[in-house]
């Protein structure tokens, strides 16, 4: 068990809608990471999070928003969503912006 | 653009033999890299790291080796264990860019008994 939740685990919807997906960093933990894994692909770095702000950006879609809470859990937010969106969505966290990071469980998203 | 690449998808290996596995990465700002190990319906774990200012680091059954001048980097497992069968990641990140990790795409290793 890394620390890190996500909530929900498996997230089935239909194209066109919106979804939110949850993420409780490691007591501690300041900086959030949000990555999307697609089928039998590695790990596709979407942004991240420093103590509430955004730090770093990366392949993230317009239709994809995120944000850090100020009691520093995050949520990525995704909307009119494709089939193309299916994938596997990992939260993860670290104490500070320049050692590893602990992934959770990860939310399957299936959009139908 | 794949700024961290892992050209081998599968590893199939001996119980007790060792392992290799590679990762090769094009930005030479990248000064940290990590290995995590990942299994079906688990999120990854991180297994160890490397700075730039090393060449080596060592952990138990587990060395990953940096060979900046090849931007290249392996992990070593000896000896290897069923259990050791899982999807390995490398990742990089540059200190400056606020330790954003590109990750590569992945090498599945099975350890047969």
């Known amino acids: 068990d890394s620390g890190v939740t996500q909530t929900p685990k498996h997230l089935i919807t239909a194209t066109g809608q919106r979804v939110t997906l949850r993420c409780s960093p490691r007591?501690?933990?300041?900086?959030v990471y949000w990555y999307q894994q697609s089928l039998d692909q590695g790990l596709q770095f979407l942004i991240q999070?420093?103590?509430?702000?955004?730090?770093a950006k990366g392949n993230i879609l317009e239709r994809f928003s995120a944000q850090q809470f100020p009691d520093l859990h995050s949520e990525l937010n995704l909307s009119s969503l494709e089939l193309g969106d299916s994938a596997l969505y990992f939260c993860a966290s670290s104490p500070s912006l320049n050692t590893e990071a602990f992934f959770g469980q990860g939310t399957r998203l299936t959009v139908v | 653009d794949q700024q961290v690449k892992q050209n081998s998808p599968s590893l199939s290996v001996q119980e007790g033999r060792i392992s290799i596995l590679n990762c090769d990465y094009t930005?030479?700002?990248?000064?940290?890299f990590l290995w995590y190990k990942k299994y079906p319906a688990e999120g990854p774990t991180f297994l160890i790291s490397i700075s730039s200012i090393k060449d080596k680091n060592e952990d138990g059954r587990f060395t990953v080796f940096l060979n900046k001048s090849a931007k290249h980097l392996s992990l070593h497992i000896v000896p290897s264990q069923p259990g050791d069968s899982a999807v390995y990641f490398c990742a990089a990140s540059a200190t400056y860019n606020f330790n954003k990790f590109y990750f590569g795409s992945g090498t599945k290793l099975n350890v047969k008994p």
């Open positions: 007591s501690g933990d300041l900086s």
């Open positions: 930005n030479s700002m990248f000064d940290y």
């Open positions: 999070y420093y103590n509430g702000e955004e730090r």
